[in-house]
Nanobody, 117 residues
Framework: QVQLVESGGGLVQAGGSLRLSCAASGIAFSIYNMGWFRQAPGKQRELVAVSTSGGRTNYADFVKGRFTISRDNARNTVYLQMNSLKPEDSAVYYC???????????WGQGTQVTVSS
C-alpha cells in the first residue's frame, strides 16, 4: 500500500519559515520524481517544486529564491523548506510521487499552510 504522509504545516507570520516533510512508503522512492503542489481556496492546484530521481530540482517562478526542495532517498522523504513566506503562499500543500517511466502517480492528503499578514 502506497502512502505519502505530509507534515510540518501550520500558521506562521509573513516573513517566517516552515519546513514541510513528506514520508513515502510502499514505493521504490529513488525512481520517483517527487513534487510539492499547492491549492488555495477557489484556485487550481499548482506546481511548487520538483525533485527528480536524477537529482535535479525545478521551481515555480513564484517561489524561486524562497523555497528549497530536497530529498533523502535513505529515509524515503522529501522536504520543502519555505522561507520569506507571504500571505499568498497560504494553501493546502500536497506531496506527489510520479514514477519516472511508468504511469504511476500518487498524492498525499495535504497539509495546511497559513501565512498571516
Amino acid at each position: 500500500q502506497v502512502q505519502l504522509v505530509e507534515s510540518g504545516g501550520g500558521l506562521v507570520q509573513a516573513g517566517g519559515s516552515l519546513r514541510l516533510s513528506c514520508a513515502a512508503s510502499g514505493i521504490a522512492f529513488s525512481i520517483y520524481n517527487m513534487g510539492w503542489f499547492r491549492q488555495a481556496p477557489g484556485k487550481q492546484r499548482e506546481l511548487v517544486a520538483v525533485s527528480t530521481s536524477g537529482g535535479r530540482t525545478n521551481y515555480a517562478d513564484f517561489v524561486k529564491g524562497r523555497f528549497t526542495i530536497s530529498r533523502d532517498n535513505a529515509r524515503n522523504t522529501v522536504y520543502l523548506q519555505m522561507n520569506s513566506l507571504k500571505p499568498e503562499d497560504s494553501a493546502v500543500y500536497y506531496c506527489n510521487a510520479r514514477h519516472v517511466w511508468r504511469e504511476l502517480d500518487y498524492w498525499g492528503q495535504g497539509t495546511q499552510v497559513t501565512v498571516s499578514s
